[in-house]
């Protein structure tokens, strides 16, 4: 299934953020966008800022979005202390709450794609009292 890439088209309002493999871009205008290749990319609401990482699950969001979209030299420190943050987080949850931690740490062994950040954002929303403090 190595076939080619559909492109991919984004719609984008003015003042938005997208990180595109690495660099932060905002939007002027509203602009449409294709992606013809492949590339890391988050844009909206899928960024989160640093001061927004404000309990465990979203450092654990934080964290994976570095390991996502940051540089070769970035991405194995970060997915390395997302792996500790799942380590510690593992410890205080209940049975429910360990298998969300053991299907993301799953999804982390590919290294940290999207469906890592998607897994994590559930763990936000899904797990308020323990993982998100």
């Known amino acids: 299934m190595n076939g080619p890439m559909t492109a991919l088209v984004l719609e984008?309002?003015?003042g938005e953020l997208m990180i595109l493999n690495g660099a932060v871009i905002r939007f002027k205008t509203r602009a449409r966008l294709e992606l013809t290749t492949r590339a890391r990319f988050l844009f909206g609401k899928q960024i989160m800022a640093e001061e927004d990482a404000t309990t465990p699950a979203r450092q654990l969001y934080y964290t994976l979005q570095r390991?996502?979209?940051?540089?070769?030299?970035?991405?194995?420190?970060?997915?390395?202390a997302a792996q500790r943050l799942i380590s510690v987080?593992?410890?205080?949850e209940d049975?429910?709450?360990k298998m969300a931690l053991d299907a993301l740490t799953e999804s982390l062994r590919?290294?940290?794609g999207f469906d890592?950040?998607?897994?994590?954002?559930?763990?936000?929303?899904?797990?308020?009292?323990t993982v998100s403090g």
Not at 67 to 80: H, K, M, S, T, V
Not at 116 to 129: F, G, N, T, Y
């Open 110 to 112: 590919d290294g940290a």
């Open 89 to 92: 987080a593992r410890e205080y």
């Open 95 to 97: 049975e429910p709450g």
């Open 67 to 80: 390991a996502y979209i940051g540089d070769d030299q970035e991405r194995p420190a970060a997915l390395a």
């Open 12 to 14: 984008l309002k003015q």
């Open 116 to 129: 890592s950040l998607k897994r994590a954002r559930r763990l936000i929303r899904d797990l308020p009292e």
